[in-house]
């Protein structure tokens, strides 16, 4: 089956149906009218950055998930919104795998927490003035990792018999 194209006089409108689906908490059509208006203006930064946030929305604590998020990130022009739209992604997966409570998904969390307060840092220092959307990220990551109380992996302390 063959997808319609987007008329280049219906994005601005096509582009607010997207932010209000995923304000309704439809992250798919977000998605999919994200990648109508990107097939029809490819370098839309506002549409990478909803398709984005939409995917990120379904991360369900699968990492194939994840690396799809994360193609989109090189479409961003701007250094900050990639570090930043980074973060965002590892934040999103840290917060899908706590849901997930799977063995070691405490740890797996902490991990992709971690991460996201590494971006969130290189954010901030790239971040415009006035712009504290990094530090606020970071501090939301730190206090879910005190709230649940999450710690690294134990490193495995594993003596084969015989060595």
Excluded at 60 to 65: A, F, K
Excluded at 70 to 97: D, H, M, P, S, V
Aim: charged share 25%; hydrophobic share 40%; glycine share 4%.
């Amino acid at each position: 089956m063959e997808l319609k194209s987007l008329h280049k006089s219906s994005v601005a409108s096509a582009f607010e149906k997207a932010k209000h689906y995923r304000l309704l908490n439809d992250p798919e059509n977000a998605e999919s009218i994200c990648l109508d208006i990107l097939k029809v203006v490819p370098d839309h930064q506002e549409a990478t950055e909803v398709l984005i946030l939409a995917l990120a929305d379904q991360f369900d604590g699968g990492s194939q998930q994840v690396k799809q998020a994360q193609t989109y990130l090189n479409q961003l022009k701007n250094e900050f919104q990639r570090t930043y739209f980074a973060g965002l992604i590892c934040e999103r997966a840290a917060r899908a795998t706590l849901a997930n409570a799977t063995p070691f998904s405490r740890s797996t969390a902490y991990g992709w927490f971690s991460d996201a307060m590494e971006h969130f840092n290189q954010a901030e220092a790239l971040s415009p003035a006035g712009n504290n959307d990094a530090i606020l990220r970071w501090n939301s990551c730190a206090r879910s990792i005190q709230k649940h109380k999450l710690k690294p992996r134990a490193d495995d302390n594993f003596v084969a018999y015989g060595d």
